[in-house]
């Protein structure tokens, strides 16, 4: 189950009302706590994306980005109305990012894509794209403006040399922090370098 990737729908009238419902609840004035309501069953559910433990998922438009213990973030699609498997669009390949427990972040405008690895780099991957949306399976990379998701900026500093679990970035994509097991914090400013005239 721990390499399963499951999606649930929100759209259901009693999802929607409970919902509506946990805005309205007020705690100090209720007499037991909120009832939160139980969906057991995923409206999707597929193991065909990872073949190991799955740590790390976020939305990319309408297109999903998961990690696993693999080395690398996948960008896959899941299944249309008619479709029954997602279908894997591309491996975002790292190396030295094969423990558990390493995840992986966008920035609010969804343009970064970043991730450190267990020897304290971190990966930086530009993920500026007209539409994701429709690529497939056949699109012919090379034709598509993604050449940047092929080699990441690397980031690293000497004294970073642990796990880095986590990697956040200000709204604005401006600034990139990462925090590592031994305890530090590393911060990184994105500077403009002017261009040569």
């Known amino acids: 189950m721990d390499h399963a990737l499951k999606m649930w729908k929100i759209d259901a009238p009693a999802v929607q009302k409970a919902i509506k419902d946990s805005y309205e609840y007020q705690i100090r004035v209720a007499k037991r706590s909120f009832k939160p309501l139980l969906v057991h069953y995923p409206f999707f559910s597929t193991r065909e994306v990872h073949?190991?433990?799955v740590d790390c998922v976020r939305w990319f438009g309408q297109l999903a980005l998961s990690k696993s213990c693999e080395n690398a973030i996948v960008l896959w699609k899941p299944p249309e109305a008619e479709e029954v498997s997602p279908i894997v669009l591309h491996r975002l390949e790292v190396t030295n990012c094969d423990?558990?427990?390493?995840?992986f972040c966008l920035d609010y405008e969804q343009s970064l894509l970043v991730l450190g690895n267990q020897v304290g780099?971190?990966?930086v991957w530009d993920m500026r794209v007209e539409d994701p949306a429709k690529?497939?399976?056949?699109?012919?990379?090379?034709?598509v403006p993604w050449a940047a998701l092929?080699?990441?900026l690397i980031l690293s500093h000497p004294k970073c040399n642990t796990a880095i679990r986590q990697v956040t970035?200000?709204?604005d994509g401006s600034c990139l922090v990462a925090v590592c097991d031994n305890?530090?914090?590393w911060r990184w400013d994105k500077k403009e370098i002017p261009k040569k005239a």
């Open 150 to 152: 092929l080699e990441p």
């Open 51 to 53: 073949r190991n433990y």
């Open 121 to 123: 780099k971190v990966f």
């Open 99 to 103: 423990i558990w427990y390493i995840r």
């Open 183 to 185: 305890g530090t914090a």
């Open 135 to 143: 690529l497939n399976r056949d699109t012919s990379w090379h034709k």
């Open 169 to 171: 970035t200000s709204k």
